[in-house]
């Protein structure tokens, strides 16, 4: 394995953009995704038509009163920072020590902690008891019940898809019409052309954008065997895939439509793991578990 070491710097020059229509969004975000002078590019979709773009380059130096460490527990949670640029309308610029970017999401668990604690951004519960979050994940689902965890299941999503960055409209469409969970997380990257389960169609990387949901579904006929699927028809038909740490409920034959098992399978005959190893769908599906 070769990895990259990049030098540190003491921070992040974090641009904000707040975009209105989706055109815009996908749009704006494709094309700062592919300028190789932004170091990070995030957006965050509030709405069907509204998101902020974030952009960002390392440095050493901060302009003064500029600096905003966000990862303080009495600080806003870093969404609804975020969020205040597009309610206000305007842009703007902050140097972000790199450690606190870094976690920036960390103290909200995204925007996940307001399902958890309503309150939990309030000024008040933040100089309190913000030094208190974010929860053990693994506290949270010990001490969770069955019935708690069934209607979780069915009153919550936790998605991220993998799709090709030229189909991102229509990807926030596909989102929206089957679970409308605001807000969205986009990520881009560098899809390379290698052999294995994870590649693009053609013979060439394909930049591509991590689409993350996390929260309550607010379309009335969401079920979420029967609305998972149809979201997971959709990234299969445009090339995408499924972050599997979530819940599959792919057929084996829709999950192998979706990733590339041709060396998996090949590997598994050669070393005879047939009957040692599940295989990594009986793993991950639901399907297969229940």
């Given at each position: 394995a070769e990895i990259k070491i990049v030098p540190f710097k003491k921070y992040v020059k974090l641009h904000y953009t707040p975009v209105r229509g989706l055109e815009k969004i996908c749009e704006k975000f494709s094309r700062e995704s592919q300028k190789k002078e932004n170091y990070f590019?995030?957006?965050?979709?509030?709405?069907?038509?509204?998101a902020v773009i974030m952009t960002g380059v390392l440095t050493d130096d901060a302009e003064p009163g500029q600096v905003n460490r966000i990862g303080n527990y009495w600080k806003p949670w870093f969404f609804r920072h975020v969020e205040s640029?597009?309610?206000?309308?305007?842009?703007g610029t902050e140097y972000?020590?790199?450690?606190?970017?870094?976690?920036?999401?960390t103290r909200?668990?995204?925007?996940?902690?307001?399902?958890?604690?309503?309150?939990?951004?309030?000024?008040?519960?933040?100089?309190l008891f913000g030094w208190m979050v974010p929860p053990k994940i693994s506290l949270l689902k010990l001490t969770?019940?069955?019935t708690i965890r069934r209607l979780y299941e069915q009153h919550h999503v936790v998605q991220d898809m993998l799709v090709p960055m030229k189909y991102l409209?229509?990807?926030?469409e596909a989102f929206q019409n089957e679970i409308k969970v605001y807000p969205l997380w986009l990520c881009p990257f560098i899809l390379?052309?290698?052999p294995g389960m994870v590649h693009p169609k053609g013979?060439?990387?394909?930049?591509?954008?991590?689409?993350?949901?996390?929260?309550?579904?607010?379309?009335?006929?969401f079920d979420a065997k029967a609305s998972m699927r149809h979201l997971e028809k959709f990234v299969r038909d445009v090339h995408g895939f499924q972050m599997l740490y979530a819940d599959c409920y792919m057929s084996r034959e829709e999950f192998w439509g979706m990733f590339d098992g041709s060396l998996y399978h090949k590997l598994r005959d050669k070393l005879n793991c047939k009957n040692a190893f599940p295989e990594v769908y009986d793993k991950i599906c639901k399907a297969a578990r229940h």
């Open positions: 590019v995030e957006g965050l979709v509030y709405s069907e038509n509204e640029f597009l309610k206000n309308n305007q842009s972000i020590p790199l450690r606190h970017y870094y976690h920036r999401h909200s668990i995204f925007w996940e902690l307001q399902d958890i604690i309503p309150f939990g951004n309030h000024p008040v519960f933040r100089y969770q019940g069955e409209q229509k990807s926030i390379p052309s290698h013979n060439e990387a394909e930049l591509y954008v991590d689409i993350g949901a996390y929260g309550e579904p607010k379309t009335k006929h």
